[in-house]
């Protein structure tokens, strides 16, 4: 199971946010970032718990191993308020999603 | 650029099979594992299976008595069945392809979505 912390963050835009993944169980560094905004599918932002995708700004990092996971965004833009879920493989091939934080204005 | 389309009927009576395919356009389908997954607001984001370009097959638990996940490599599309529905399989529907690492469990493309309401 993973459990995401908080369920919303309220910032404005040039600040900081840090966004917490809790897993039941010891999952290495099998974890991956998503953000979501109203009506698209969700974007991949870091895999393997600290490596940025493709195109994703460098703005985005992502810390963490064994339980505990964190997804920083230094200098919130506005096209990053939007849904954040983590990802897990922690019994591969079962793959599940936390229940996601909101970053909102 | 590679781009995945999700097809369907947004309409499904209860106990009835659910289907859906994922079309590939701009690159090819082989090479890759894809997946279909669902969001409902009472589930949030859920797995539902995925498909290797070999035919190799993995299913959700939850799901694996009622779940058919297939691949058409020439036609670039794949699909999902979902027999015996019922209302809480009401979600939108999504095809996505896995990161292709040595760790290949992460979806770093994704379709827009097929949304799919159960109801009589």
């Known amino acids: 199971v993973l459990t995401q912390s908080p369920a919303t963050l309220s910032l404005s835009p040039g600040e900081g946010a840090t966004l917490s993944c809790r897993a039941s169980q010891n999952i290495i560094t099998y974890l991956g970032w998503y953000q979501q905004k109203p009506g698209q599918a969700p974007r991949l932002l870091i895999y393997?718990?600290?490596n940025r995708a493709t195109g994703v700004p460098a703005r985005f990092s992502g810390s963490g191993s064994g339980t505990d996971f964190t997804l920083t965004i230094t200098s919130l833009e506005p096209e990053d308020f939007a849904v954040y879920y983590c990802?897990?493989?922690?019994?591969?091939?079962?793959?599940?999603f936390g229940g996601g934080t909101r970053v909102e204005i | 650029q590679v781009q995945l389309q999700e097809t369907g009927p947004g309409l499904v009576k209860p106990s009835e099979t659910l289907s859906l395919t994922c079309t590939v356009s701009?690159?090819?389908?082989?090479?890759?594992?894809w997946s279909w997954l669902r969001q409902s607001p009472g589930k949030g984001l859920e797995w539902i299976g995925y498909i290797y370009y070999t035919g190799r097959i993995m299913y959700n638990p939850s799901l694996k008595s009622r779940v058919s996940i297939t691949i058409d490599t020439p036609k670039n599309q794949l699909s999902l069945k979902l027999t015996s529905v019922t209302a809480a399989d009401t979600a939108v529907y999504f095809c996505?392809?896995?990161?292709?690492?040595?760790?290949?469990?992460?979806?770093?493309?994704w379709g827009r979505g097929s949304r799919v309401t159960v109801s009589s």
């Open positions: 701009g690159g090819s389908s082989s090479g890759y594992y």
């Open positions: 393997d718990a600290s």
């Open positions: 996505a392809r896995h990161l292709a690492t040595a760790t290949p469990w992460y979806f770093d493309l």
């Open positions: 990802q897990q493989r922690s019994d591969w091939p079962l793959l599940t």
